[in-house]
């Protein structure tokens, strides 16, 4: 059963204009979300992150928002820059589980095209 | 700083030797210590995660094991690799009361 599902696994946005991704969750202890950014033979890096008593987190070009009652995420890029071409995870944890473990989507692969 | 070093970075082993990949981390005390794998065109699986010396998590029941001499040095291993183990495997690190895991540069294993 997967608990973090991204939907599409991939994206195409033109350069400037805004990438909007999509993560949905099962799992309603969760209460911190993350997204990484991984580029081809890289180790994830970490983007941005929100807790569940936030519904929205912005971090220059990115924001995170969080819908709980919907149980989705979505993180936008704006605007768009060809060095933002990667596959993109998002990933949750309940931390009252006391391992911290994270719990990753499949991913999406976004393609700013110039 | 806090860095993470993986090695190697690419691997190419036959079927059936032996596994061991090294994850050490630098800058900071009692991490938790995760292994992940991401298969071709797959998300990343939990393998083992360690949150003190000689502790270790398993997520996964497979031929592969993991070990944690030493509290910033955490071990992956196989016996006996199969096909089916071709991978990129990543370390990552954590401390505290944070959810945020940094990972490390992976290493990329053809078993063959």
């Known amino acids: 059963d997967q608990q973090v599902k991204q939907n599409s696994p991939s994206l195409s946005v033109q350069e400037g204009r805004i990438s909007i991704l999509n993560c949905d969750y099962t799992?309603?202890?969760?209460?911190?979300f993350l997204w990484y950014k991984k580029y081809p033979a890289e180790g994830p890096t970490f983007l941005i992150s929100?807790?569940?008593?936030?519904d929205k987190n912005e971090d220059g070009r990115f924001t995170v928002f969080l819908n709980k009652s919907a149980k989705h995420l979505s993180l936008h890029i704006v605007p768009s820059q060809p060095g933002d071409s990667a596959v993109y995870f998002c990933?949750?944890?309940?931390?009252?589980?006391?391992?911290?473990?994270?719990?990753f989507g499949k991913g999406t692969k976004l393609s700013v095209i110039p | 700083s806090q860095t993470i070093h993986q090695w190697p970075a690419t691997l190419v082993q036959p079927v059936g030797s032996p596994l061991s990949l090294e994850c050490t981390v630098e800058?900071?005390?009692?991490?938790?210590l995760y292994w992940y794998r991401q298969a071709a065109g797959r998300g990343l699986q939990l393998l083992f995660y360690?949150?003190?010396?000689?502790?270790i998590s398993s997520e996964v029941p497979q031929n592969l094991s993991a070990s944690r001499p030493q509290d910033r040095q955490f071990i992956l291993s196989s016996k006996k690799l199969l096909l089916s183990d071709s991978g990129f495997y990543l370390c990552?690190?954590?401390?505290?009361?944070?959810?945020?895991?940094?990972f490390g540069a992976g290493t990329r294993l053809s078993v063959l």
């Open positions: 990552a690190w954590a401390v505290g009361q944070g959810n945020i895991q940094y």
């Open positions: 800058g900071t005390s009692n991490p938790n």
């Open positions: 360690s949150v003190g010396i000689g502790q």
């Open positions: 929100i807790s569940s008593i936030k």
């Open positions: 990933a949750a944890s309940d931390s009252g589980a006391g391992s911290y473990q994270l719990t």
């Open positions: 799992n309603s202890m969760f209460d911190y």
